[in-house]
């Protein structure tokens, strides 16, 4: 092979190899800031937005509880997980700025001795992503 050739092949791969570390770089980079750009997005949305329970009615008779929640927040939280004991929860979806909604769980043995309720946000995973403020409540027996 010709000197002339050999150079222009070396620098074709060098010029290959080079493209192949930015884009590799780029994308690494690219997913570092669209993740910390979820997180930002899903922080401001836990802060504007804040649940609360209402009320808490156990009904020995039935084994039914009923817990009400609300959001005294500015904004709709995407949901909200209310959950006691091991593994009890359910999810409400759309709970929209000063609006209340309530959750019944049936067939409850153990009288739980509170509930929590907590706002989520899905990331760009579409997974839940439980907001920090989450507020706790007793059980009231009827």
Same mark, same amino acid.
């Given at each position: 092979? =010709? =000197? %002339?050739? &050999? +150079?222009?092949? @070396?620098?074709m791969l060098i010029l290959a190899i080079s493209i192949a570390a930015i884009s590799i770089l780029w994308g690494f980079i690219m997913g570092v800031i669209e993740e910390r750009a979820?997180?930002?997005?899903?922080?401001?949305?836990?802060?504007?937005?804040?649940?609360?329970?209402?009320f808490t009615d156990y009904n020995e008779t039935e084994k039914s509880l009923v817990v009400? &929640? %609300? @959001?005294?927040?500015?904004?709709?939280? +995407? %949901?909200?997980? &209310?959950?006691? %004991?091991k593994n009890k929860n359910d999810s409400l !979806?759309?709970?929209?700025?000063?609006?209340?909604?309530g959750v019944t769980f049936s067939n409850i043995t153990t009288?739980?001795? +509170?509930?929590?309720?907590? !706002?989520?946000?899905?990331?760009? @995973?579409? +997974?839940?992503?439980?907001?920090?403020?989450s507020h706790t409540m007793e059980v009231v027996v009827n």
């Open positions: 092979m =010709k =000197k %002339g050739a &050999v +150079e222009i092949i @070396n620098v979820d997180t930002a997005r899903i922080t401001s949305s836990c802060l504007d937005s804040v649940v609360e329970i209402v009400g &929640v %609300g @959001n005294v927040g500015s904004r709709t939280a +995407e %949901g909200v997980r &209310v959950i006691f %004991g !979806q759309n709970l929209k700025s000063l609006e209340w909604k009288i739980p001795e +509170e509930v929590t309720a907590a !706002q989520y946000y899905l990331d760009s @995973n579409d +997974e839940p992503f439980l907001c920090d403020n």
